[in-house]
Structures are given as C-alpha cells and as structure tokens.
C-alpha cells in the first residue's frame, strides 16, 4: 500500500540528504553542492554529486542516483519499506498503520521467523545424541561449547523432511519454508502432479548467516568429513527476500561493535570462528562467494582498516589481489598478512598461539609492499637480468600509486637498495602512468563512438524511439519545474501520445502529484519506481535543468511527440526477450539505411 504524500515529505525534511549521506562517505563543499567519492563503485576522483536543494545525489561516473531512501535502500541493502523504516526510525517517526498490510513484508518477516527456527532446530539436533556426528567435528577443531553457542552452530539431520517436519509443526507453511530456501522440489509428483520437497540441508554441519541487526538472513551447511563428492562441499542458502551474498558478510554482526580501528578479513566461517574464539573479534569473512564491491563498501562503514589473512596457497593469493582491489576504492587502510609454515590462520594459532599471530598482525604488511613482494617472485635479484627485470614490474606497481609521495619514498628506497638512480626509476614511473592514461582515454573514445547497439534496461524503447523519447524527457523536465504548465500540457497531450512506456508512466505520474496541489518531488516516487529507476529519473532532471525558455521547450517538445506518434509505423520491441529484441532491432536499423 502506498504512503502518504504528507509522510514522506516529512520523512524528507526530517532527514537532511548531507547529514544522512555524511554518516557513509566523506562529503566536500562544491559550491551550493558537495562532491565527494562514488559508495557504488571504485573511483580514485569525485563524481558522486548530493544537491542539498532539492534533496537528491547523482553519480557522474556510474550513474547511480536519487534521493535519501534509494540511497539508504542501496547502502543498507534493504527494499523500499524497511529503508522508509530506517529513515522513519531515524528522525522519530511512526509509519502509517496501513503500511503494515504490506503483503512483501510480512512475507519478509515471515522468513526471518522460520530462518530463526531452522537456526533452533539444527542447534538443539546438534546438542542432542543424533548430531553427535557434527558436535564431534567441532570439538575436534578445537571449538568449546561456549562458542558454539555464541555461534549458533547446528547439524542438518541425515533425513530428507526433518526440517521441513518440524517447522510445519510450529505452524509454518510449505510457501514460506520454501521462501527461505530451506526446501528444495523434487521432479518426482505426488498423484495430483504436485512436486515433492525435501530438505536442502542433511548430514551437514550447519553455520547460521546473522545480518547486522541480529537476524538470521540464511544457513551454510558443509558436508561432514568424507562425504564432500555428495552434493558439494558447502550448500549456501541461495538468494531470498531477506539475503544476498554479495551484500552480507560471516560475523559482522559481532565484529562491528569491535572493529572500528581494524577488521581482519579470512577465507572461511570456521577461520572466523577459531579467531574470535583467541580473542581477535574483528574477523569476518566473506559468504559463499568471492569478495565483492558490496562487501567491501559495507565493511567500510565500520572500520578504518582492513588486515586480509587469506590462505596460505595460490588460490589465497588470487583471493588476496582481488580484496586489495576492491579495497582500494572504499576508502579504507589495507595491510596484508602472510602466514608462514601453514596454511590458514586457524592452523596457525593452533600452533604458536594468539601472542605470535598478534605480532603478524601488527607486522603486516601495507598492500603496496605486499605486491612489490609478489612481484620479487621467482625472479633472481642477484643476477643483473634479474634485477632489471624486478625494477621494471616494481614501477609497474608503483604507478598504480596517486600519491608523489609515495612514489617518492619507494623509488628512493629502490635506488638505494639496487643503485639505479631515483630519477630513472621515476621516468619509468611516469611513462607507465602515461600509457595507462592514454589507454584510458583511447578506451572512453572507442565506447563514445564505436557504432554499438545497446539496450537500455531502464527504457528499453528509448533507443527504438530516440528523437520522441528525447523529448518526452523534455516535457517531464520542463513540467517537473513549471508545475504551473500542466493544463497546457494536457490540453495537447494526452498519455497515450507517449511511445515509450517508461516516460509514459513516469509523466501520469507527475501529472497525478501535481493535481494533488503539491510539488513534484522524487521521494514520492519511491513506491511506483526501483532505484534503478530513480537513478535514471534523476540524470533526467539534472539533464534538463538548464532550460531558458520553458514554454518554447514545452511546445517544441510536444509538436516532436504528436509527429513522431502520427509517424510511428515501427514495431514495438519492449516485449521480446533479447535474442528476438536483437534480431527486430537488426530489423529497424537495416530500414533506417535504405
């Protein structure tokens, strides 16, 4: 059920869009507007705009935009409610009691109930002589009681409905189990033709996934010793209403409190656990996937500094650069700890214990060191081939510094150590830099010019109808700021003179605000538009604000959108899946050459 108009203006004004956006990234005075870097992807200069004015931010380099719920939904990973709830929570306001109909979240809350009774279940057959198997394995890793309690640690049931069994038995329905992903289908059919379910989760040891407010969001359940060829190693509660892997971290939940100085990053939950079990609760790891953008941003928001202590093999290696460089673009210290003689940290401290694992981490090393260390391997520094080869792949890592500083120190602590002079290693710098950039920019040309077809997910007509989409912006741009043009407008336009859908929606709705009597606003669109959408809606607007003379625009645009509809004999497109869409767009273009 939509809000009320009146609520969300005053959610808006009540949340001030530079106080709420400052509390995740760093925010600078540009003029009326701040500037500061991008949260939604890895930028080294500022495109990320916020426009206190009216409320809104837009992103120049990924396009991402809108206003302080499409922001908070995005940065929270929260949908439309919850992040409403979020704001509303924040400024002291109470929801309107028709909200709590809301079919989606009660759905949500609903998979919350039954992940936190699976979370009981899997527990109490762990403590209980039928997971004596999966309590064995834990002790045997050194776990104590304590902390497989802390942890909510469970055993999955070598049974194909127990679960299932008992969470019908407190009431849940087949919908909301399946919902969660704690059942799967079978093919097989009952005599109704009706698929069978089963447990996702058996003979596993089972790790329950808590999100940042405490609630059990999913499970990973790995497979007891031998029995890995059997269904995997690990099963992962694919994503749900309330879970994706990519936007939840292993721990958080208890490492935030800790980590504000420094989190440290492992490879797995049972590495994880063993470290908060010696003490060091700042350790997280990332969830059935590698280390991803999301995480890295999320991870941000709670601690300056980040010590990766990935295993000890290749794969910790790759795993180690690819966390370095997303690391590099949130905004936070990155160190690296290397462990010698084992192969992850929980097999570490069981050998020397926390003090020598301490002193690894207070020794670690900073990610530029780290990969002037990577780049030494396998390379002979003694032999003189060896030694311009070594210098040559270590400027190729000094240059992907920004700072002269510290090209500055490295080069001079490479002079010294080589005999190469400064200045040369500098001018190798440099000339890495400069063909870098050149590649950068030859790169942004070819994407401007290079003859593609591309369609847009957000408007997928757009390109189909490009000269009457251009102008359907105009109008709604020009009428989202001269609210006082509206019945001239509907005394020439009528809706279905749009031949984009999009742009059809987006105006019946500004049209629908503006008869209410209140200015447009794009919290009011929150409802009716995602935030991809939102973000679209916004460089549409940013677009079209610089129009000197309304009224011509207004008139010009709509004489476009009238001939373009009389004119219009093209098929439309929105519907069809891609490789029909390619194929009729291949169609339109080939008729526009003759």
Known sequence: ??????????????????????????????????????????????????????????????????????????????DYIDAVKKLADRAGLRLPEDNKDDKQQRLKNDIYAVNSEAGRFFHSVLMSPQGKAGLDYFLGRGLSLKTIKHFGLGFAPDDWHALENHLKSKGFTDYVIAAADLTAKSEKKDKNGRQFTYDRFRNRIMFPIINIHGKVIGFSGRAMPGNEKQGGKYINTSDTLVYKKSHNMFALNFAKKDC?????????????????????????????????????????RYTNEVVLTMDADSAGEKATERALGILSGVGVNIKVLRLPECKDPDEYIKKYGNARFQKLIDNAFSAIDYRLLLAARGIDLEATDGKLKYLNKACEVLATLNDP???????????????????????????????????????????????????????????????????????ISALKRHPDMLEY???????????????????????????????????????????????????????????TNH??????????????RKASDKPDISGLDDEAWALAMADIIKAKKK
């Open 405 to 475: 500083i510290a090209v500055e120190l490295y080069t001079g602590r490479l002079s010294g150590k080589y005999g190469v002079a400064k200045d040369r290693l500098q001018a190798i710098v440099k000339n890495v830099q400069d063909n870098k950039k050149r590649q950068q920019s030859r790169k942004e040309l070819q994407e401007v010019i290079a003859p593609t077809v591309r369609r847009d997910d957000v408007n997928p007509q757009k390109l189909q109808f490009k000269r009457a989409a251009t102008a359907e912006e105009a109008v």
């Open 260 to 300: 504000s100085k420094q989190a440290i990053l492992v490879e797995g939950n049972m590495d994880v656990i063993a470290l908060h079990q010696a003490g060091f609760t700042t350790a997280v790891a990332a969830l059935g996937t590698s280390f991803t953008e999301e995480q890295a941003r999320l991870l941000a």
């Open 551 to 564: 009224e011509k625009v207004i008139s010009d645009s709509i004489d476009v959108i009238l001939a373009e």
């Open 489 to 547: 407008v509907k005394s020439r336009l009528d809706p279905s003179d749009f031949l984009t859908d999009f742009n059809r929606r987006l105006f019946e709705r500004i049209v629908s605000i503006i008869e209410t009597g209140r200015d447009f606003d794009l919290v009011l669109l929150g409802d009716d538009f995602s935030p991809d959408e939102i973000g679209y809606i916004t460089k549409m607007l940013l677009v079209g604000a610089a129009d």
């Open 1 to 78: 059920m939509a809000l009320p108009q009146e609520f969300l203006m005053e959610l808006k004004y009540r949340n001030d869009i530079e106080s709420v956006l400052s509390t995740y990234i760093a925010l600078k005075r540009r003029g009326s507007n701040l500037v500061g870097l991008c949260p939604f992807h890895n930028e080294k200069t500022p495109s990320f705009t916020v426009y206190p004015e009216n409320g809104s931010y837009y992103c120049f380099g990924c396009g991402q935009g809108g206003d302080i719920i499409t922001f908070t939904m995005k940065m929270e990973n929260l």
